[in-house]
Structure formats: C-alpha cells, structure tokens
T-cell receptor, first 112, second 114 residues
Framework: EAQVTQNPRYLITVTGKKLTVTCSQNMNHEYMSWYRQDPGLGLRQIYYSMNVEVTDKGDVPEGYKVSRKEKRNFPLILESPSPNQTSLYFC???????????FGPGTRLTVL | GENVEQHPSTLSVQEGDSAVIKCTYSDSASNYFPWYKQELGKRPQLIIDIRSNVGEKKDQRIAVTLNKTAKHFSLHITETQPEDSAVYFCAALTGYSSASKIIFGSGTRLSIRP
C-alpha cells in the first residue's frame, strides 16, 4: 500500500532532550516536507527536501534540523526541544512531476 | 512573503444547506490550488483541486471556483451532510518547478447542525 508513515505518533518529552521523528514513504517521491499545525495558524512548513542530500528551510525552521540520506526517509530532529515546539507535526511527500501531496498520519509532540 | 488568507475561521450551517469558504492568495504566479479536509485526529486529505487554466471544477457536491484577476478562490459544498463536519484548508502552490511549495490558509472549522 502506498503510504507515508511517521513514528512515533505521540511523544511527551522534557525541555532539552534531543528527539527524532521519523518519516518514510514508499512511493519513490522526490519531494518531502515537514509541517507543524497549530490552532488558528494552519499548516506551516518547517523544512523541505527536493531530493537526496538536498534540503531547504521552510517558513518556520528555527529549532529544527532534517536530513535526507535516502530517498524514502526524511527525519525531523529537535536537538534541544522547547515548550513552544509543542505541536502536531505532519510529514508529506509528492513526486516532482505532480503537485498532489500525500500526508503522513501526524505526530503529536508535547514538550514539558 | 507569499501568504494565503482564509475566511471564515468557523462556519455552522444547517444540514442540507450550502457552505462556502473563501481564500485569497498573494502570489500572482500561483497556478495550483488544492483544498484539504481534516477530520478530528486525522491527516489532511485532498478533496478537490483546481489549476489556473480553469475557472471552476466540480466533483459531486463539492465545487471550487477560481478568480485569477482578483486572486481568490472558493470552496462550495452543497446539500451538506453530518460527515462534512471537519476543518477545511485551502492552499496555493507558489514558486517554480521542484522548488515550489504549498502555502496553507489558516483553516475553517465547518459544523453541520442536524
């Protein structure tokens, strides 16, 4: 089944403790991105990647890192999480030949 | 920078009535406008999209209209049903080729009253 997966789905952590949220897609999509969703703000792009080893900042990149060593994986790294990073995070992917994005199931992160 | 504004933020309609959600965008080069529906606790799902070379697109009870001159587009849901209750996001594709990105509106929470 073609899909985008994220892990973990729920995470509660404390300020300063490094964490990684994984994202994987099995559709051979070149383009992958991370969004955070906050009430009243919609979905805001954090980082995106156009292909392996090619990443770029979105609209709200501060406090986040990403890597794209393989085409299928695009992990989101929070080196030192803070409470203002408490949010719902979505990974998405699409082929560069089309504009239709496919979203992962989301990761609800709480930073205490 | 580019942005997409969406109104209203909340909308309550009687079951069977129509619902309209409106969005405006800032980048005149935008050429793709998807609409997503997000049910509680779920991921956003694409429900309809439109490209800049057409003015209207319809899929059963859902239609989207685009006015490129005014840079606004709208989602119309007719004969609303309880399962239409969700948050709806409009979006616009900005930029070029593989460097393009989707900018989302802030969302509309649609409630269908029985």
């Amino acid at each position: 089944e073609a899909q985008v997966t994220q892990n973990p789905r729920y995470l509660i952590t404390v300020t300063g403790k490094k964490l990684t949220v994984t994202c994987s897609q099995n559709m051979n999509h070149e383009y992958m991105s991370w969004y955070r969703q906050d009430p009243g703000l919609g979905l805001r792009q954090i980082y995106y990647s156009m292909n392996v080893e090619v990443t770029d900042k979105g609209d709200v990149p501060e406090g986040y890192k990403v890597s794209r060593k393989e085409k299928r994986n695009f992990p989101l790294i929070l080196e030192s999480p803070s409470p203002n990073q408490t949010s719902l995070y979505f990974c998405a992917s699409r082929p560069v030949s089309t504009d239709t994005q496919y979203f992962g199931p989301g990761t609800r992160l709480t930073v205490l | 920078g580019e942005n997409v504004e969406q109104h209203p933020s909340t909308l309550s309609v009687q079951e069977g009535d129509s619902a309209v959600i409106k969005c405006t965008y800032s980048d005149s080069a935008s050429n793709y406008f998807p609409w997503y529906k997000q049910e509680l606790g779920k991921r956003p799902q694409l429900i309809i999209d439109i490209r800049s070379n057409v003015g209207e697109k319809k899929d059963q009870r859902i239609a989207v209209t685009l006015n490129k001159t005014a840079k606004h587009f709208s989602l119309h849901i007719t004969e609303t049903q309880p399962e239409d209750s969700a948050v709806y996001f409009c979006a616009a594709l900005t930029g070029y080729s593989s460097a393009s990105k989707i900018i989302f509106g802030s969302g509309t929470r649609l409630s269908i009253r029985p």
